[in-house]
C-alpha cells in the first residue's frame, strides 16, 4: 500500500506538498509511551489522562 501523499493528491487533483506524510500514533510511539508511564494505570481517571495527553502529544507532532 503507497502510504505517501501520491494517491491522494492525485485522487483530490492537487500537487503533492513538500513535507512528507507525517508519521504519528504508530504502534513503536504508543508502546514507548506506555512503557514510560510505567504500563497502563490501574484506575480509570488516569488512564483517561494518559490516553488524553498522547491524543494531544500525537496532534501537536501531526500538525506542528
Do not use: H, Q
Amino acid at each position: 500500500m503507497d502510504c505517501e501523499w501520491g494517491p491522494l493528491c492525485k485522487f483530490l487533483a492537487v500537487p503533492k506538498p513538500a513535507p512528507p506524510l507525517p508519521r504519528v500514533n504508530s504502534r513503536d510511539e504508543l508502546t514507548a509511551a506506555n512503557d514510560e508511564a510505567g504500563g497502563l494505570p490501574p484506575d480509570f481517571e488516569t488512564m483517561e489522562k494518559f490516553g488524553r495527553d498522547y491524543i494531544a502529544a500525537m496532534r501537536a507532532k501531526a500538525f506542528a
